[in-house]
């Protein structure tokens, strides 16, 4: 690039090319380049290979990245949940522990959905609304209907012991879940269903969403905290890379 078109590289064509690198499943070339960069990496340098070693479960480098995106920012609730995860599954729960205060302090998970005019503002676990019990009624019918299609629970985001009996109750209320079934309550069948996050969805969730979207033959708009995902089908626009 310096040779042929006399361009200097900026750290935003760092980020792409270790974007590319990530995507492609080259998690060693991307790291090295990282390491190589003349320009100091940031967050979202590092956040590229992140969210490359997530999507192709290689956890023993998600776990050196995440470190060093808690070191550059201290509040990334995701690095802090992975990073746990990592300890618990090696019996460190010591090491979970120390991470559960500066966790805690970093604000909680929430989702909105538009109805006729009105905001419905969700967190997970939330039985505030008026509809909690249909709510709950039709989160419980809609992943009973995606299990019938193949979808499957999952509770690996968890950074807690929880009894697998426990982990589909748990898993079962996030903010977005709520969200959408209150969504699919109060439109008419046919109706996209659009939805704000200001996290980013979970696996479980966005998995969820992808069979809901194919089973009520609905279109799901979300927006989470890094990008749009358009379910329609059974499939996302994002390409379940995220």
Known sequence: MRLDYAI??????????VDLLGRAGK???????????PIKPDLTTWAALYR?????????KGEMVSQNL???????????IFLDK???????????EKRRLPLQKICKGWSYIELDGQLNKFVAGDDSHKQVQEIHWKVEEVVSLAIERGYVP???????????????????????KLALALGLLRTAPGTVVRIVKNLRICGDCHSLMKYVSKVSQR???LRDARQFHHFKEGSCSCGDYW
């Open 154 to 176: 999952g509770g690996d985001w968890s950074i807690h012991d929880i009894e697998e009996e426990e982990k589909e109750n748990v898993t079962g209320i996030h903010s977005e």
């Open 27 to 37: 998690l060693n070339e991307a790291h090295e380049l990282i390491e190589s960069m």
């Open 70 to 80: 808690v070191e550059i920012d201290p509040e990334l609730r995701g690095s802090y």
């Open 86 to 96: 990592r300890y618990a599954a090696k019996g460190k729960l010591q090491d979970v």
């Open 219 to 221: 279109d799901i708009l």
């Open 8 to 17: 200097e590289p900026t750290l935003k064509h760092y980020v792409i090319v």
């Open 52 to 60: 490359a070693c997530k999507a192709h479960n290689s956890n023993r």
